[in-house]
């Protein structure tokens, strides 16, 4: 079993619409949670970072973590077509843990 | 324009032979990182360097050498050992890992593709 589990896809929304992505994870260590967007043939860049359990919101974006049941999400409000990506989880402890470890990546397609 | 750097954008590989990744960073970042991304798996970490002169292995070493004689720049380099080269390949940096109870932000290259002909 891999330590982050995150639904390949893909996924197609019509434009406007709310999208829900979401990763579970096994190691209860994960305390910092990362949402990267990562357009075709390009590096990830980083869209969200929380600590520990709560919401955070960023314009269209928000992400929620629940740390009881391991599982983060990711929200985007009216979704638009540029919204088109790959959205990957990554999360990480502390100490000696930091090292990130990555969801295997949502391709999420808007459609106009 | 602070950023990462990678080259080439695309590289192809002949059967035993050796090839190096550029990846270069003007973000004063002291910790940089090399992956591995293929079709439905993610990211995986090849190695790490947290500070100049000092690299450990990631999940996915072997067949893979790095060097950081510099704190801007930190080569892949591709042996003939690594079975199954094909893939996208990204570079990242962050801050540091000096701050207690704080992560660190990675920031991406654009990537290298390799493909093995």
């Known amino acids: 079993q891999k330590e982050v589990e995150q639904d390949p896809g893909p996924l197609s929304v019509p434009e406007g619409a709310i999208v829900s992505l979401n990763c579970t994870y096994s190691?209860?260590?994960?305390?910092?949670f990362m949402w990267y967007r990562q357009y075709s043939r390009k590096g990830p860049e980083l869209l969200m970072y929380?600590?520990?359990?709560g919401n955070k919101e960023d314009g269209r974006f928000t992400a929620q973590v629940d740390k009881s049941s391991k599982y983060i999400s990711l929200f985007i409000r009216d979704s638009q077509p540029s919204d088109s990506a790959t959205y990957l989880c990554?999360?990480?402890?502390?100490?000696?843990?930091?090292?990130?470890?990555f969801g295997s990546g949502t391709q999420l397609t808007v459609l106009p | 324009d602070g950023g990462i750097t990678q080259s080439p954008k695309y590289l192809f590989r002949k059967e035993g032979q050796n090839v190096t990744l550029s990846c270069e960073q003007n973000l004063n970042h002291d910790a940089m990182y090399w992956y591995r991304q293929d079709p439905g798996q993610g990211l995986r970490l090849i190695y790490y360097?947290?500070?100049?002169?000092?690299?450990q292995k990631g999940d996915i070493a072997e067949g893979y050498s790095v060097s950081r004689e510099k704190k801007e720049s930190f080569p892949l380099t591709v042996t003939s050992a690594q079975k199954n080269p094909t893939a996208f390949y990204l570079c990242a940096s962050s801050r540091g890992q000096g701050r207690l109870g704080f992560t660190d932000t990675q920031y991406f290259g654009p990537g290298t593709r390799l493909t093995v002909l």
């Open positions: 360097s947290q500070i100049v002169n000092d690299f």
């Open positions: 929380t600590y520990s359990s």
């Open positions: 190691n209860s260590a994960f305390q910092y």
């Open positions: 990554a999360m990480s402890g502390s100490g000696s843990a930091r090292q990130l470890t």
